[in-house]
């Protein structure tokens, strides 16, 4: 699995992109010397919770895995994949070929990994005939 850095920074008033580590950013264009890279800017967005997350994990997929009778990791797969919450995301590639990547839930903001949560609840009482208990009626220990 190749590492790919989220390198943080800022604009400035006149649009001059500013690293926040300078020097990790020297580094990382420094091992790319001489080769095609694509440079994204992406707006930060406040990413869910540790508390989010571990409920989710913890709570969410562990109850909806039991019920169905399958593991941890392939519930989560299929809960991410049958969401209307969560699309596919098409890449590019350096040759111009497209890829479909899978959803993911790992960088969703905190509002949209709520929502995705929430449909999530919603989808195992009506699909399944589930009660999932609600954050605040259970404990999750990180």
Do not use: C, F
């Not at 010397?33 to 406040?46: E, G, L």
Request: aromatic content about 8%.
């Amino acid at each position: 699995m190749a590492y790919i850095p989220r390198l943080p920074g800022r604009v400035d008033e006149q649009g001059q992109l500013r690293p926040s580590d300078p020097v990790a950013w020297r580094a990382y264009l420094t091992r790319n010397a001489n080769r095609d890279v694509w440079i994204t800017v992406k707006r930060q967005t406040k990413l869910h919770s540790d508390n989010a997350r571990s409920y989710y994990h913890g709570v969410v997929v562990e109850y909806v895995a039991n019920h169905i009778g399958e593991s941890h990791d392939e519930t989560h797969e299929m809960l991410k994949h049958r969401s209307p919450v969560l699309r596919a995301r098409r890449i590019e590639l350096l040759d111009g070929k497209h890829l479909e990547m899978p959803p993911s839930t790992k960088d969703l903001p905190s509002d949209v990994y709520a929502a995705y949560v929430d449909e999530t609840m919603r989808w195992a009482a009506e699909w399944l005939g589930l009660y999932i208990p609600s954050p605040d009626q259970v404990e999750v220990s990180l």
